[in-house]
């Protein structure tokens, strides 16, 4: 399993949010490349960086820190949040970077945008799904795509996409634990596919959990951000 630590970028500053609402937010930090190279001296596999300025589409967005970001560490990024147009998604994959692109919103208005990406970059590719009781949600979590979970992971991966972003709203943020139940549903119902878990996590037996079902990475946000897991602790146990 891979650890991932999450940059979620608002006005510019590192933040956490409960449950995706703004009125939940903590402000971590005021400098996002340092706290990207703090996560990466750490040992942390990969970045997830999510502009939330651009996903709720609030103020600036952050593209430019997030350009920054990927220029300035040796470690792969994932990028999400707003990403929706095919352009920007080819902007992305052609930087020279182990860069993967998180589509959720463009995707579930825009299903045909899959077709759109050439074959050999698909694997690049990670659709979203975010979810409120297995109703996919877009828009900044806002408006219900109309999909329900499975059918969506279905449909995409029929499409060819193998990966999938899978966070459980009501989780996310809440150091809860994660959300075993459909990650062994999923399990039972899908070969041959990645999950990257998100939301909940809070502690270091909720990693060997995510890791006896088999996911494929785990997203430390909060839990990282409020020292109740320690980065080398994790990669001992992944
Ligand atoms: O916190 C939120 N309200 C929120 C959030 N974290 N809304 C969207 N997102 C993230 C999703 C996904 O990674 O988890 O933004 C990405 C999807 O963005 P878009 O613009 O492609 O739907």
Same mark, same amino acid.
């Given at each position: 399993?891979?650890? &991932?630590?999450?940059?979620?970028? /608002?006005?510019?500053?590192?933040?956490?949010?409960?449950?995706?609402?703004?009125?939940?937010? #903590?402000? %971590?930090?005021?400098?996002? /490349?340092?706290?990207?190279?703090?996560?990466?001296?750490?040992?942390?596999?990969?970045? +997830?960086?999510?502009?939330?300025?651009?996903?709720?589409?609030?103020?600036?967005?952050?593209?430019? =820190?997030?350009?920054?970001?990927?220029?300035?560490?040796?470690?792969?990024?994932?990028?999400?949040?707003?990403?929706?147009?095919?352009?920007? =998604?080819?902007?992305?994959?052609? &930087?020279?970077?182990?860069?993967?692109?998180?589509?959720? #919103?463009?995707?579930?208005?825009?299903?045909?945008? &899959?077709?759109?990406?050439?074959?050999?970059? /698909?694997?690049?590719?990670?659709?979203?799904?975010? +979810?409120?009781?297995?109703?996919?949600?877009?828009?900044?979590?806002?408006?219900?795509?109309? =999909?329900? /979970?499975?059918?969506?992971?279905?449909?995409?991966?029929?499409?060819?996409?193998?990966?999938?972003?899978?966070?459980?709203?009501?989780?996310?943020?809440?150091?809860?634990?994660?959300?075993?139940?459909?990650?062994?549903?999923?399990?039972? #119902?899908?070969?041959?596919?990645?999950?990257?878990?998100?939301?909940?996590?809070?502690?270091?037996?909720?990693?060997?959990?995510?890791?006896?079902?088999?996911?494929?990475?785990?997203?430390?946000?909060?839990?990282? %951000?409020?020292?109740?897991?320690? &980065?080398? +602790?994790?990669?001992?146990? =992944?």
């Amino acid at each position: 399993m891979k650890s &991932i630590a999450a940059i979620d970028l /608002l006005d510019g500053q590192v933040v956490r949010l409960v449950n995706g609402k703004l009125e939940n937010k #903590t402000v %971590y930090d005021d400098n996002p /490349l340092e706290v990207a190279k703090k996560w990466e001296s750490e040992g942390v596999d990969m970045l +997830h960086l999510v502009d939330l300025n651009a996903a709720l589409n609030i103020g600036k967005n952050n593209s430019e =820190i997030i350009l920054k970001i990927i220029d300035s560490v040796d470690i792969p990024v994932q990028v999400a949040g707003g990403i929706r147009t095919i352009n920007s =998604i080819n902007r992305l994959l052609d &930087i020279k970077k182990p860069i993967k692109v998180v589509i959720g #919103t463009f995707a579930f208005k825009q299903p045909e945008i &899959i077709q759109k990406i050439s074959k050999k970059r /698909l694997n690049r590719i990670i659709i979203s799904v975010d +979810h409120n009781k297995e109703n996919v949600m877009i828009s900044g979590w806002k408006e219900f795509s109309g =999909i329900k /979970l499975f059918d969506a992971i279905r449909f995409y991966k029929e499409l060819g996409v193998n990966e999938f972003l899978l966070t459980n709203i009501d989780k996310d943020g809440t150091l809860e634990g994660p959300d075993i139940e459909t990650l062994i549903k999923i399990n039972n #119902t899908f070969k041959d596919i990645k999950i990257v878990s998100s939301g909940g996590v809070s502690n270091i037996i909720d990693i060997l959990k995510l890791r006896n079902v088999n996911c494929y990475a785990v997203i430390l946000g909060k839990a990282l %951000y409020d020292e109740k897991l320690k &980065i080398e +602790h994790v990669q001992e146990l =992944i």
